[in-house]
């Protein structure tokens, strides 16, 4: 089997319009949740959430193409060109030559898509009738768009996937590449997790149904992952893009290599739409961890975790018993952060951002905090490290995505050394 190696990263959250602004923020313990301004959330019971900040789709894809994409399609598109500009095989435009297009092919994620297209048009056509719903609705939010408008801007050829599992969608990206690859399918591959759900819409919905933190008057500790006095998820927005490519590839060229991805484990619940379990998290976890394992020679030691860790009561909980279970008899359970706190849930973009900055912990030797554990959870008692980041060796580290439908994705990377 190929070996896959993630070779560009690109990545917009609300603590950063890039990689180093954003994992600087974060490790610093900053936090970008505030008070929604996307629109009029007065009325709601939750008006907080993680908005990207001075972003200008203009600027990275002109005025007309951006008024024919969903602003989660303009966050992907961000991400992107970062990424594939510095994977180092793009032009100064971002275009791909032509030689290697065919071979280079994408996986796009997002767990809603044109949410706010979706509700803007829906007004017009309750409003002022069918015949002002706009040209550009439908092209504008299909979740796959995202991969259509990304392969048209840089000239990618290869495959064009799409995944669509809720809140694991990012990290099932990830996997779907790396089979993509293994498989012979390309020998490149771009990945992009997107997220732009704060509307009335998303807000209403998720608060409906009673899962989002309602600190309003706090809105800087309200996502609290792992402490005793969480009460739901902060809303998120933002994008995170991988270049991933055979490890052949990528030393043949000499290219700037962040990781290897050493395995990948999927399940489902089949118990609850809404309601995680212990079960399937830990089966998914489990099969990464076998993978990894062969892939490394026979021996893992997992030297940090990057949680799914929402702030939910349900959430936290389950993710600590199957993390301890997991490490049981392997080894003593690494320490294990969320950085949700931080930036807020970021629904399908989530798995891919948390990867870049799983990423960017190898490689800088430091664990990002989990901040606003302020009374540790009785059912919560591992090493979340609290509030401030800490300087570690790290060789290997896991990455856990859960959603919605009972659907989780866990992947384990390897800091690359020849």
């Not at 009335?200 to 006095?229: E, H, Q, V």
């Not at 991988?242 to 395995?263: N, W």
């Not at 975790?305 to 993710?319: I, W």
Request: glycine content about 12%; aromatic content about 6%; overall charge negative.
């Amino acid at each position: 089997m190929q070996r896959v190696v993630v070779t560009g990263i690109g990545m917009i959250n609300s603590l950063g319009n890039n990689v180093e602004e954003s994992f600087n923020s974060i490790v610093e313990g900053n936090c970008g949740i505030d008070t929604i301004s996307l629109f009029d959330a007065s009325a709601y019971s939750a008006q907080i959430a993680g908005e990207v900040k001075d972003f200008d789709p203009a600027a990275i894809m002109g005025k007309k193409e951006a008024k024919k994409a969903d602003r989660f399609v303009q966050l992907g598109i961000h991400a992107s060109l970062e990424a594939i500009k510095d994977c180092g095989l793009a032009d100064e435009d971002g275009k791909i030559s032509n030689d290697i297009a065919d071979e280079f092919g994408i996986v796009s994620a997002s767990g809603i898509g044109g949410l706010p297209n979706i509700e803007k048009n829906s007004i017009i056509l309750s409003n002022r009738g069918p015949g002002k719903i706009s040209p550009f609705f439908i092209p504008s939010s299909l979740v796959n768009m995202l991969g259509g408008f990304v392969t048209i801007q840089h000239n990618l050829k290869g495959p064009n996937l799409s995944v669509v599992t809720a809140c694991a969608a990012g990290t099932h990206a990830i996997g779907e590449a790396f089979k993509t690859i293994a498989l012979g399918g390309a020998s490149k591959m771009l990945v992009i997790g997107a997220e732009s759900a704060v509307t009335g819409a998303g807000i209403g919905g998720f608060a409906a149904m009673k899962a989002l933190s309602t600190r309003n008057d706090d809105p800087k500790t309200a996502s609290r992952p792992f402490d005793k006095n969480r009460d739901g998820f902060v809303m998120g927005e933002g994008a995170g893009a991988l270049v991933v490519e055979t490890l052949e590839s990528a030393e043949a060229r000499g290219a700037k290599i962040y990781a290897e991805i050493l395995g990948f484990g999927e399940s489902g619940d089949a118990n609850h739409i809404t309601t995680p379990t212990q079960d399937g998290p830990l089966r998914a976890m489990k099969a990464a961890y076998k993978m990894a394992k062969k892939a490394n020679g026979g021996e893992l030691h997992i030297d940090y975790v990057n949680a799914h860790g929402t702030s939910t009561p349900v959430n936290d909980k389950n993710e600590t018993a199957a993390l301890k279970e997991l490490f049981e008899g392997n080894q003593e359970c690494p320490p294990v952060t969320s950085t949700k706190g931080q930036i807020g849930h970021c629904l399908g973009a989530a798995g891919s951002i948390e990867a870049i900055i799983s990423i960017k912990a190898m490689q800088e030797g430091i664990i990002p905090p989990t901040i606003n554990q302020i009374e540790a959870d009785e059912n919560c008692t591992l090493d979340y490290v609290a509030e401030n980041a800490r300087k570690a060796d790290l060789n290997i580290v896991m990455s856990n995505s859960f959603g919605f439908g009972g659907t989780n994705g866990v992947i384990i990377m390897k800091k690359y050394s020849k």
